[in-house]
């Protein structure tokens, strides 16, 4: 639906490009995968979910030994599914993420806004994740006293491939 609907307005969504001042256009594998996501969330069928991960994927970093299927059907972890659906929803932004290796991976991490500083967060930003429940006010403030978004974040490869879902800081590399 996200996919009909952007090419029902006229193409692929453009996501700013903060580093470079320029939009970046989103490709049309990582918005396919995010449709597909945001069904299976929506319909609550936490082994759904679960099969859409990429091998490697990272749910908790703090605690690697656990499947998201594990951590989608602990009771502690209610709610994520919803959570899942609401980040999916807003606009992506691009990171490029330094492997150990040397190598460098593009990232679509949602929301965007992950990627910056609070203090960088347009006031329209903070005001639509506020009214869609992003955040609240308690919880702004120690995104602005911590300075990052520590809320839960989605990424995924210019592939498609979702990669992580995770709760936290996203580090602030390069775009």
Not at 53 to 59: P, Q, T, V
Request: include cysteine.
């Amino acid at each position: 639906m996200l996919l009909a609907l952007a090419v029902a307005c006229g193409g692929v969504p453009d996501t700013p490009d903060t580093a470079s001042g320029k939009a970046t256009e989103v490709p049309r594998s990582v918005l396919e995968a995010v449709e597909t996501i945001v069904a299976a969330a929506g319909s609550g069928d936490q082994e759904r979910v679960a099969a859409l991960a990429h091998s490697g994927f990272e749910f908790d970093f703090s605690r690697p030994d656990l499947s998201l299927l594990e951590h989608l059907m602990a009771g502690s972890q209610s709610g994520l599914l919803g959570r899942l659906e609401l980040i999916l929803g807003f606009s992506p932004g691009r990171r490029l993420s330094p492997y150990g290796n040397g190598t460098i991976q593009e990232l679509w991490i949602y929301p965007g806004l992950a990627l910056d500083a609070p203090e960088d967060w347009s006031g329209a930003m903070v005001s639509e994740a506020l009214e869609r429940g992003l955040f609240s006010r308690a919880e702004l403030e120690e995104y602005r006293n911590e300075g990052a978004y520590l809320g839960y974040s989605a990424g995924l490869t210019p592939e498609g491939d979702w990669v992580f879902f995770t709760p936290g800081r996203v580090s602030l590399t390069p775009r």
